[in-house]
């Protein structure tokens, strides 16, 4: 029997837009901390009257922080209600209008209607639908377009020098949705877009002491674009995923995983510039190789930058995860090195969760 074709192939993450209280600022912090370079802007200077869009890129990945200029607007409540965070987690397709209309059919709420935005650059045309939460998902088919980064916006240069780190490309997204609603957004992506499961983790599986959660990762055809989906679990104290949800007021995007060739001398620079990682206590280190085998990076620098190590049938991965980019506790980032594995280290959940778990009590959240 053929292969059932793919009703919404997808080329990869194309952008990812936060509504942030100061867009200026933050643009800064990923210059400076992250090694974003500065290529494009909306605002004002270019004929955008209610708000400012930063455009910054390393490797594959584009962000855009967007702030408003008014005090009432859907960006200023989106700001004021979840603090900053994750609007549109946008995907690369070769035609919008496909996109919107076999996801609408199939049950996506419109978020906006397909359009084809033009200028002297060419055409890109977008369509949205609403995913968890207030997020959503833009679709973005930009072949006719050779601009910096859609019209309306002009390119724009940082203004100081920019260092990459060496961050290449999104690996996955994850979000957190409310209790007992992970299923039901499995089923979205499942039946709306088209994606598979790829892995089941139970509260079995990942519960600590306290903190708890189940989680199901859904990915596209082509394996592209992976978005694991995770809810609260009763444990003996707040879960990890209630705290988000107490401060985010509702589901949303929890952390970006962006993938590096070198993870080591990518969170050598990130920690040099001020990032700050979650830590292990040393105990991790002591029979780390036992656990994973032999591995081709030298542990002490492992160690050092506090960069955890999980192994699966095909391979393994090097990963780590910075605290919450805001002051609420709510999105973060992982850096993560595949070199082979698939997965998504689960070996490394309960070290993991007991560090978060320590961070949700010195917040007084636990
Ligand atoms: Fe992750």
Known sequence: MAEPTDFLPLNGTDYIEFYVGNAKQSAYFYQGAFGFELVAYAGPETGVRDRASYVLQQGKIRLVLTTSLLPDSPISEHVRLHGDGVKVMALWVDDAYKSYEETTKRGARSAGEPQTLTDEFGEVRISSIYTYGE????????????????????????????????????????????????????????????????????????????????????????????????????????????????????????????????????????????VEFLSVPASYYADLLDRVGHIDEDLKPLQDLNILVDRDNEGYLLQIFTKPVEDRPTVFYEIIQRKGAKSFGKGNFKALFESIEREQALRGNL
Not at 184 to 200: E, P, R
Not at 227 to 251: M, R, V
């Open 135 to 274: 997020t959503i998902h833009t679709f973005v088919e930009r072949k006719n377009y050779t601009g910096a980064f859609m019209p309306g916006y002009k390119p724009r240069k940082s203004t100081a020098p920019v260092a990459p780190v060496g961050l290449k490309h999104v690996d996955h997204c994850v979000g957190n949705v409310g209790w007992g609603e992970m299923n039901t957004w499995v089923d979205f992506y499942a039946k709306v877009m088209g994606f598979q499961l790829l892995l089941t983790f139970d509260d079995e599986d990942i519960s600590t002491e306290y903190s708890a959660l189940m989680s199901k990762v859904m990915s596209n055809g082509n394996g592209y674009v992976k978005f694991p989906i995770n809810e609260p679990a009763e444990g003996k104290k707040k879960s990890q995923i209630e705290e988000y949800l107490d401060y985010y007021h509702g589901p949303g995007v929890q952390h970006i995983a962006i993938a590096t060739d070198d993870i080591v001398s990518t969170v050598g620079e990130l920690r040099r510039r001020g």
